[in-house]
């Protein structure tokens, strides 16, 4: 079984930066792709950011130049540098990861408050 920890979230001020993290864990890792999704109350389930195994990336338009994704394949964690956060960036963030087999895994989710 896949298990996944984030980690990292928490209240900043507007204009602030945080950076989160999530380790995956278990057996039979072939991990495709690892991205990161959040959700706002109110609102569906949306993609921020994802890195394939070799490296490619994907970003929201409402993130791009102010959010990075990054990854360590050999410890199967993969991170997200949040600059410049403004308070429509607050929601819970999910880490996803694909894997070659195509199973998908989520994370309990992190929450990410931007408020003065």
């Known amino acids: 079984q896949v298990q996944l920890v984030e980690s990292g979230g928490g209240l900043v001020q507007p204009g602030g930066s945080l950076r989160l993290s999530c380790a995956a864990s278990?057996?039979?890792?072939?991990?495709?792709?690892m991205g990161w999704y959040r959700q706002a109350p109110g609102k569906q389930r949306e993609l921020v950011a994802v890195i394939t195994s070799g490296g490619s990336t994907n970003y929201s338009d409402s993130v791009k130049g102010r959010f990075t994704i990054s990854r360590v394949n050999a410890k199967n964690t993969v991170y997200l540098q949040l600059n410049s956060l403004k308070p429509e960036d607050t929601a819970v963030y999910y880490c996803?990861?694909?894997?070659?087999?195509?199973?998908?895994?989520w994370g309990q989710g992190t929450q990410v408050t931007v408020s003065s």
């Open positions: 996803n990861i694909q894997m070659f087999r195509g199973s998908v895994y």
């Open positions: 278990g057996s039979g890792f072939g991990i495709y792709a």
